[in-house]
């Protein structure tokens, strides 16, 4: 689990060698705009030179996006290191080729033999140590090529799996076709091809309809304002909702 401290607030202490605008900026992202988009929004209403994010949210996923800003961009790495929970909803009985709702169907059967303790015992399965292999549509990149653009051509490529760790998941409501469910794992975790693969094991296909982040490290969504308010804010009133930089340095990390 990630080391960050276990909770954060502005401090009005601080050094002169930080800027304000130094830090981490708890958004919640609205489904639509890309992680990119949430980024250029913020630099531009605010003017900050140096602003990126630690770790990107599919344009219609919603919630944690971790925002850093000036110094706090050198965090990234380890923003991004730390564990991800989710919530999200599986929808049975359709697969696609992206492994979400938003790809193109490839198949459909009926789900109605698929009961609730079938579902969680394909997550139980799950739990603990695994590889997973990344879908075709992401970012991840084979000889620099994004496997997204590969696969906009119809190619395939071999993908070597990567490891990862699911320390919950847990089916939280069964109505046919959907299921929500929440899920803690590492970093890196496609959570889209976890449906996919449930799925796939219980004969009727399934994708991703929906997914939340809630937290990011101990960074929670309970602590985020959404998109639109923050472009709203006065800039005091921004920098009062900014983790300051130093201190993630306080806490050792």
Avoid at 83 to 93: L, Q, S, T
Avoid at 106 to 111: A, L, P, Q, R, V
Avoid at 166 to 191: H, I, M, Q, S
Wanted: hydrophobic share 40%; glycine share 10%.
């Amino acid at each position: 689990m990630s080391n960050l401290p276990t909770r954060f607030s502005p401090s009005a202490n601080r050094p002169a060698s930080f800027d304000p605008f130094d830090g981490v900026l708890l958004v919640d992202k609205p489904a639509g705009p890309t992680s990119h988009d949430i980024v250029a929004g913020i630099r531009r209403t605010f003017r900050i030179d140096k602003v990126g994010h630690g770790g990107t949210l599919d344009p219609n996923a919603t919630g944690l996006l971790v925002i850093l800003l000036g110094r706090g961009t050198r965090l990234s790495a380890q923003i991004m290191g730390g564990d991800k929970a989710y919530e999200g909803v599986m929808r049975f009985g359709r697969t696609t080729n992206s492994q979400d709702i938003d790809g193109e169907t490839i198949d459909e059967k009926s789900c109605d033999g698929v009961t609730a303790e079938q579902i969680q015992a394909q997550m139980d399965a799950r739990l603990g140590d695994s590889f997973q292999t990344p879908p075709m549509v992401s970012a991840v990149k084979i000889k620099g090529v994004p496997l997204y653009k590969l696969a906009r051509k119809g190619q395939e490529v071999p993908r070597e799996p990567r490891f990862i760790h699911l320390y919950r998941f847990r089916l939280l409501n069964w109505e046919t076709p959907l299921a929500k469910f929440d899920v803690l794992c590492t970093k890196g975790t496609y959570v889209r091809t976890l449906c996919h693969d449930i799925g796939q094991a219980l004969g009727s296909g399934a994708c991703l309809d929906a997914l939340r982040r809630t937290a990011s490290g101990t960074l929670k969504i309970d602590d985020a304002m959404p998109f639109d308010d923050v472009l709203k804010l006065p800039k005091d009133a921004l920098i009062a909702r900014i983790v300051p930089f130093q201190k993630f340095l306080s806490a050792g990390t």
